[in-house]
């Protein structure tokens, strides 16, 4: 996985009193809207674009879509033509993507091509693609940011799986998610599972010769000896188990996101640090350096 970047000044805006311009990718959708909402409800930050594939909204002014008063930014489904306008009309532009990991390897190439910064929410980025966008962005000198979860309380629990992963041998991470999402497991869980890892553990020694009934049955089993479990359900919207075994006790981790604003905070901060960053980071941790 990338290295976190060091931070500089290079891509910064052109003046500290300036507005981050932001272009925001899938605007209708569950978390677009939410940041819709967010950049234009910040004093810092402008929203220049818009980008849906919906039809029925092209042309429509994406403030009224959603409820709120005209922002003057059309939807548009022209990705590449906004990215080219906006490299030429500002310095230390911001592209937020949170659309479907078909596409998003594709947007991400394209934003960092034309000197904008990229911020993905998108999970289902596979190792080789984060590899081929960490070495592409730091050739071009454009900071990128990839977070599976912009969740503040995750980020917390990540840190805690790995202080209590010092301690157990076994561990099995679960985790929780609407019906609408394309990726299992989560990019979130994914990336708990990698940090947990990093102590060079092997986790859960067998104790019996299992044998699966229901194939799956037991989850994905990464090379670790991790198993990861995946539950898809309308009503849910994103929620994390960590759980850890020894004899005589288990110790649960869990984070539950009840809402989408959650995490806002974490989007924000991220688009106002991407443009100082040399190269791509993966992960909220590596730019939580202050409450949001």
Known sequence: ????????????????????????????????????????????????????????????????????????????????????????????????????????????????????????GTTGLSPEQLEDLADFSRKASVGAAVIPNFSVGMVLLQQAAVAAARFYHHAELIELHHNGKADAPSGTCIKTAELMEALGKVYNPAAVEEKESLAGSRGGQRPSGLRLHALRLPGLVAHQEVMFGSPGETYTLRHDTIDRSAYMPGVLQTIRQVGALEGLVYGLEHLLKAPC
């Open 1 to 120: 996985m990338p290295a976190p970047m060091p931070v500089t000044d290079q891509g910064s805006p052109s003046s500290p009193a300036s507005t981050i311009p932001v272009l925001v990718v899938g605007a209708l959708g569950r978390m677009g809207s939410h940041v819709v909402r967010a950049v234009t409800a910040a004093a810092d930050l402008s929203l220049v674009a818009a980008i849906d594939t919906a039809p029925e909204a092209l042309g429509e002014d994406v403030g009224s879509l959603l409820g709120l008063d005209p922002l003057e930014v059309v939807v548009s489904q022209d990705l590449e033509g906004h990215l080219c306008l906006v490299s030429q009309q500002h310095r230390g532009a911001v592209m937020v993507d949170f659309t479907h990991p078909a596409v998003v390897h594709d947007h991400t190439r394209a934003a960092i091509a034309y000197g904008v910064h990229p911020v993905i």
